[in-house]
């Protein structure tokens, strides 16, 4: 916090930003059309360094078949939730949203999001990871009470690695890490050396994905 750091858009002169949202428009209705800023997915470090890419994640909804998801997370000690602790609405291992969770209350809200059917993962610094599949979202109306409790990781360990490339390594890398098929972070890498990193990482099993 309080510390500038460089961010760099990788080909953004060259490729802009894109849109692929199909939507329909009936005669005498009102369709709204909202724009949703993504940070979380949209920044990722350099490897090591510290730079930052800028990868704009936009997510167009459409408000008129759109609902929400809501819920508390608490943890099992009474302790407070860590900054940064992110409750991940994905579908089929892919993040269509998430929201920072309140570090007060424990309260969070997800959405708008488009009627169907999610999988929730909660991601909080140095607590076990958390998981509800099949939540339902209706349109127009929200969900409520999923609610989580965290426990605190027995052990924490990082994971690094290197990407290589036959030729120059380009820009717009992003390494996944995954747990039991659910995305938990995600992160860029050192466009000299091809080096990446997670830090902090609860003790288990993962898939790492370039």
Known sequence: RGTAYPLIVPSGAQTGIKFNHHF???ADEITVLSFDFDVRRSVHQRGHQDVFNLRPTLRLIDTVVSGSIAGT????DAAPLPTGT???AQQSGVEVASAMVDGTTGAYTIGPVLAGTYDLVVIAPGYEFQSETGVVVTAQQQTTGHDFTLTAAAGLGD????VTFATTLPENVTVQLRWSGF???STGIDTVTGAYGFTGVPAG???VVA
């Open 159 to 162: 994971v690094s690695g290197t």
């Open 73 to 76: 997370v608490t943890t099992s």
């Open 86 to 88: 992110v409750v991940s």
């Open 183 to 185: 995305l938990v972070a």
């Open 24 to 26: 329909t428009l009936s």
């Open 205 to 207: 099993t993962y898939d």
